[in-house]
């Protein structure tokens, strides 16, 4: 079973220039996360897609971060524009559902450095 | 809000012996989920251990186990017999009792680098 895909797995830009992250998550995968892991971080949640509605972007930045799942399998998280603090690595995740017994699948996830 | 302390910042350990990774929670919920998760260098995350709130008893994988202390809030994880390919980053993580349209977000802690030495 192919794992959650994410490209690219590095980006470096300067800050104030847009960038865009996709993720592929696992087929039959109902479920969508986007974390951000800043260095010497936990991940936290920016959002959180079930098929292809939001349920939970509460810790988004919505002024500059937007996220989007086309027919309920890939999706796209862009930050606009980037700032220094927002150099981490970007992970995404993907679940059958949101149950009882889910378990959150990650993928290799996307390094961004902000310059 | 929930929130996952883990007040190790690094651990280390002999190949083959055993170690104890420390996590406390802070929730005012009765129903939720612990995990472990392991982070390697390559940054892709690991599920190491799953514990269910509802359950008393310690949840196993092979050579994982955890104490999970309900009352006390209290989550380690115990790692026997450890490898060198054990060595990464740890974190606990926590998440409520939701469903399909309520957030299951994971909430981690800080982590914990583990080295195991030959």
């Known amino acids: 079973e192919a794992g959650v895909a994410q490209s690219p797995r590095y980006k470096i830009i300067e800050k104030r220039q847009s960038v865009a992250f996709w993720c592929n998550p696992i087929s039959g995968h109902a479920t969508l996360y986007w974390y951000q892991q800043i260095l010497g971080q936990g991940p936290k949640l920016l959002i959180q897609?079930?098929?292809?509605?939001?349920?939970?972007d509460s810790q988004l930045p919505k002024d500059r971060f937007s996220a989007e799942r086309l027919k309920g399998v890939d999706s796209t998280l862009k930050i606009q524009p980037a700032k220094l603090e927002d150099s981490a690595v970007y992970l995404c995740?993907?679940?059958?559902?949101?149950?009882?017994?889910?378990?959150?699948?990650f993928g290799p996830g996307t390094r961004l450095l902000v310059l | 809000a929930q929130t996952v302390t883990q007040s190790q910042p690094e651990m280390s350990v002999q190949e083959a012996e055993t170690v104890t990774l420390s996590c406390t929670y802070d929730?005012?919920?009765?129903?939720?989920?612990l995990f472990w998760y392991k982070q390697p260098p390559s940054r892709q995350m690991i599920l190491v251990i799953r514990q269910e709130a509802y359950k008393q008893q310690n949840a196993t994988e092979n050579r994982f186990s955890v104490n999970f202390q309900k009352a006390a809030k209290s989550f380690s994880l115990k790692i026997s017999d450890s490898q060198l390919g054990d060595a990464a980053m740890y974190f606990c993580a926590y998440r409520s009792a939701g469903g399909e349209t309520s957030g299951s977000r994971l909430t981690f802690g800080e982590g914990t680098q583990l080295t195991v030495n030959p």
């Open positions: 897609f079930q098929n292809n509605g939001v349920v939970d």
């Open positions: 995740a993907s679940s059958f559902w949101a149950g009882a017994q889910e378990t959150q699948y």
């Open positions: 929730t005012s919920e009765s129903d939720y989920y």
